[in-house]
C-alpha cells in the first residue's frame, strides 16, 4: 500500500468510526465483546459480520433486514439506511469495522467479496 492510499484508508477509517458511532452503535455496540449468537450481531471479531462479503454487507446498511430472505429473522429487525448513508459512508462504515477483526478473518472475508462481489452487484 503507498503512502496515499494508506492516509485515504486512514480518514476513510476515522469517517467510518462517525458514521458508527452516530448510527450504528446503539444496537450492534463497540469494538469488544459478545458472542457470535447476539441479535442484533456484533460487528467485531467475536461476531459474524466477516462471514459475509462486501456486497451483501452495504446490502443490508442499504436495505434493512426486511425483504432480505437469506438471513434468518432477527428479533430486532435492521432498518435501511438508504436515506440516512451515501455510498461513500456505508464504504467507510465497513472500512471502520474491519479495524476490529483479526488479520485472518479480514483476509477470509476479503476472499469472500472477491468470489461473490460482481461488478454491479455491491
Not at 450504528?24 to 459475509?52: F, K, M, Q, Y
Not at 451483501?56 to 440516512?84: N, T, Y
Request: hydrophobic share 35%; with cysteine; charged share 20%.
Amino acid at each position: 500500500m503507498t503512502w496515499p492510499s494508506a492516509v485515504r484508508l486512514a480518514l476513510q477509517e476515522r469517517r467510518g468510526e462517525q458514521v458508527y458511532n452516530a448510527n450504528c452503535v446503539s444496537c450492534h455496540l463497540g469494538p469488544t465483546g459478545g458472542t457470535i449468537e447476539d441479535d442484533p450481531p456484533r460487528h467485531n471479531a467475536n461476531g459474524h459480520t466477516w462471514h459475509h462479503p462486501d456486497c451483501a454487507l452495504r446490502r443490508m446498511v442499504r436495505e434493512g433486514s426486511a425483504g432480505i430472505s437469506e438471513i434468518g429473522r432477527s428479533a430486532v429487525p435492521m432498518q435501511p439506511f438508504k436515506d440516512r448513508l451515501s455510498p461513500e459512508d456505508i464504504d467507510a462504515l465497513l472500512a471502520y469495522i474491519k479495524t476490529w477483526w483479526l488479520p485472518w478473518q479480514r483476509q477470509a472475508q476479503a476472499t469472500f467479496t472477491q468470489e461473490m462481489c460482481f461488478e454491479g452487484s455491491a
